[in-house]
């Protein structure tokens, strides 16, 4: 007999109010039943295992409001353009504190078999496409977080590529929060679906513009089916203020290969949930994470690999710099299951601590249930090389650009997973700017160098020839 | 050019150097020889500035500047370039990306422009011929991966990228087999001329075949002990460090 479930737990009435506001629609009995289940959980607390150095005390009691009706119009395209990267023009959707902006979107230059829409009218129009995935990956049962997300979401994007669709063009999903003067939260929701022997390229960004608390409850699921390929990217750079909890739920199917990258630059209390399940014979799943804190930054990556078929592949390959009093926190937890015999999973979590104020907190967890596997973890927390360090001064390179350096070839390996060259570019400017001395590191590129030095090489034999 | 008076230095509170003079004109090539552990290796570093020492008496003054007041890119800039005993390998930072900052903040201190594209590159393709550096390293991170041999050479390649007034040579020589040992003794000798000095620190006499020292310093227990022409490398080949000292004993003790 299963155990009756507490009714509620919290007294949190700020979500109620808000879910009795929305409309009916044909997932009203998942909304409610997720509603009902964050009611009964509430906010996880740091008694709760899984969370037990993110605290989500700050949210109590903040009287977060929906966001007021807010139009593109109201920001400039230099805002915005911030958060653009040089190649994704044609392929970008919108969204303004989680509602899209079709006016402000550029849709024209999709490939034939793709489809990118908001997901809220997609609902309406696309129910059959829906409705098989939608809140069948990521688990509203087992994540408050995930449960308040799937009961109060308006909108977020539909993303589709038919079978044999094969796209290199990256879609980039944009979600900005304006913030306000009062206390905001946001709620966008996304649904990936990647058809048979599809290939595709998607980039979703959360940033932040004007200052102002928010909170940011975003849930990205990727059905990735037989034998598709999904490249896919998150950089936050939300604003300062910020609360940013973010679910992934990645689902592959047999053949299934999906990287998925974890790009964290911004907001103040960030968690993002990481889950793959690897539910076919020879999926592939990567995923590749970089946070670069200041401040009292907080950034917590809970990974949980879920291997439930034979012959499959995982990487986790995650780093961090901390800078300040900022705060990382990783947790890999790999589970294979009895049939998954033959599996592969390797996790790697690197930090490098600059101020002896910053802190990490990494934890491997390993649940092997099957007997012929390899899995392989590895953590390890440093400081810059001083010897690095001299031996960079000694040849001319100041003390600064030389820090500067190390951070940036340390952060490059991350950097250096990323495939789509524009983007790469602007991650690459980012971190400069976070650098001390960045400015001198824009005029080459230390990663990559495989490319940089036959660059040079190329350039400098065509000017002679001329 | 480089004149070092009375000079002490310790590390973790150990006296390492205990009182060196060295006078060190342009042009000139001076060996420093000794056994292990005499501090050869330690003066290297307090020249270049590397701050695990801490220099507690005496002073380096380098064309009329106070060397010890200098950071360590400051002592690069003014013209001192140091050949590691043991190269560091730093992952992830190219070896053309770094030689090309590097070049950059020494032509940044001298006022100069950014370096052009194919004029490194030129630069790049002589100076790595001129030691046999297979060009192909420099599109790997430093160091990282090369054979003992080609971290050697990497160091003599990159001082004939800086173009230093002063390179001190650190042990450059070991670790070498004979064939690598001629090559990177070759591209030291290319380097040679009458503004240019050096310090060659060595345990072996082997090298001084190769590149003729105007004089020869024999350090023991932080102190130079003996010094002479290229004669001496000879003697000290033949009698030993043992047999040499003994003799130096005498000539201190008299």
């Keep these: 007999m299963m155990a009756e479930l507490p009714t509620t737990k919290t007294n949190d009435s700020r979500w109620r109010e808000r879910f009795a ?33 993110t605290n989500l005390a700050p949210l109590e009691g903040v009287p977060f409001a929906s966001p007021v009706a807010m139009s593109a119009n109201d920001l400039s395209e230099e805002a915005l353009a911030a958060f653009y990267f040089d190649g994704d023009a044609g392929a970008r959707a919108l969204f303004v504190n989680g509602v899209f902006q079709a006016d402000r979107s550029d849709l024209s230059g999709l490939p034939a078999g793709v489809r990118v829409m908001s997901l809220g009218s997609a609902m309406d129009t696309h129910r059959e496409l829906i409705e098989p995935h939608l809140a069948k990956h990521a688990d509203y049962r087992e994540s408050a977080v995930c449960a308040l997300n799937t009961a109060l979401f308006e909108d977020g994007a539909l993303v589709h590529i038919d079978r044999g669709v094969v796209t290199d063009k990256p879609i980039h ?63 936050q750079r939300e604003s300062p203020d910020t609360y940013h909890l973010s679910t992934r739920q990645v689902y592959l199917a047999r053949s299934g290969n999906v990287s998925s990258h974890t790009l964290a630059f911004g907001g103040r209390l960030v968690r993002n949930d990481i889950n793959a399940l690897l539910d076919g014979e020879g999926a592939n799943c990567m995923f590749n994470g970089l946070s670069v ?4 930054q907080h950034v917590d990556n809970h990974l949980r690999v879920d291997h439930a078929k034979p012959h499959c592949n995982s990487w986790e390959f995650f780093k961090g710099i901390y800078d300040d009093h ?8 790999i589970i294979v299951r009895e049939d998954a015999q033959k599996t592969d999973a390797k996790q790697s979590n690197m930090n490098l601590l600059l101020s002896k104020d910053a802190m990490i907190d990494t934890k491997p967890q390993l649940e092997i249930l099957a007997d012929d596997v390899k899995c392989t973890h590895g953590a390890t927390v440093g400081q810059l090389d001083d010897e690095a360090i001299f031996y960079l001064r000694s040849r ?71 | 050019m480089l004149e070092i008076k009375n000079l002490h230095a310790n590390i973790d509170d ?38 695990n020492y801490e220099v507690t008496q005496g002073e380096i003054t380098f064309n009329g500047k106070d060397l010890l007041e200098l950071a360590p890119e400051e002592r690069a800039w003014e013209g001192i370039f140091l050949a590691f005993q043991y190269p560091v390998e730093i992952p992830g930072v190219a070896t053309s990306y770094f030689l090309k900052a590097a070049l950059n903040a020494m032509r940044k201190s001298k006022g100069l422009p950014e370096i052009e594209a194919a004029e490194f590159l030129d630069m790049v393709r002589e100076k790595a011929a001129m030691v046999a ?42 670790g070498l087999d004979i064939d690598a040992l001629r090559i990177v003794a070759d591209g030291i000798n290319k380097l040679r001329s009458p503004e240019r000095s050096f310090i060659v620190v060595t345990h072996y006499h082997r090298m001084l ?25 000879v003697e000290l080949e033949a009698k030993g460090y043992k047999g040499l000292l003994a003799d130096a004993g005498e000539t201190i003790a008299s």
Excluded: C
Excluded at chain 2, 209 to 233: M, N, Q, T, W
């Design chain 2, 14 to 51: 150990h006296e390492i150097l205990r009182g060196i003079d060295l006078k060190i004109g342009p042009g000139e090539v001076h060996s420093i020889m000794g056994k292990n552990g005499s501090g050869k290796s330690t003066l290297a570093s307090v020249l270049a500035g590397n701050d």
């Design chain 2, 209 to 233: 075949e190769y590149i003729e020292p105007d004089f020869v310093h024999v350090l023991d227990r932080g102190r130079i002990v003996r010094s002479g022409g290229k004669a001496l490398a």
């Design chain 2, 133 to 174: 550096l297979d060009e192909k390293l420099m599109t790997r991170a430093i160091n990282e991966g090369f054979s003992g041999g080609e971290k050697k050479r990497n160091e003599v390649f990159q001082m004939a990228m800086m173009e230093p007034k002063l390179a001190i040579l650190d042990e450059t020589d070991s």
């Design chain 1, 326 to 333: 900022s705060r990382g926190v990783f947790t890999g937890r």
């Design chain 1, 293 to 296: 804190l200041r401040e009292s």
């Design chain 1, 173 to 235: 999903l944009v979600f900005v929060a304006t913030g306000g003067e009062v206390p905001t939260a946001v709620f966008p929701r996304n649904l990936v679906i990647a058809e048979e022997n599809s290939k595709s390229r998607i980039v979703v960004t959360y940033a932040g513009v004007w200052a102002g608390t928010y909170l940011t409850n975003g849930v990205t699921e990727i059905v990735a089916k037989e034998n598709a390929v999904v490249d896919h990217y998150q950089v």
């Design chain 1, 21 to 53: 506001a929305r409309g009916a629609d044909w997932l009203k009995d998942v909304r409610e039943a997720a509603m009902s289940r964050f009611e009964a959980m509430g906010f996880p607390t740091t008694r709760d295992e899984e969370w037990r150095y």
């Design chain 1, 396 to 466: 001319g390179v100041s003390e600064e650009a030389a820090r500067s350096l190390l951070i940036y070839a340390f952060a490059g390996e991350s950097v250096g997973q990323v495939r789509i060259a524009s983007l790469r570019d602007k991650l690459q400017a980012l971190l400069s700017s976070r650098l001390a001395y960045g400015e001198s590191l824009t005029f080459g590129r230390p990663f990559e160098y495989s490319d940089d030095f036959a660059d040079v090489v190329r350039h400098a034999d065509r000017r002679r020839e001329t």
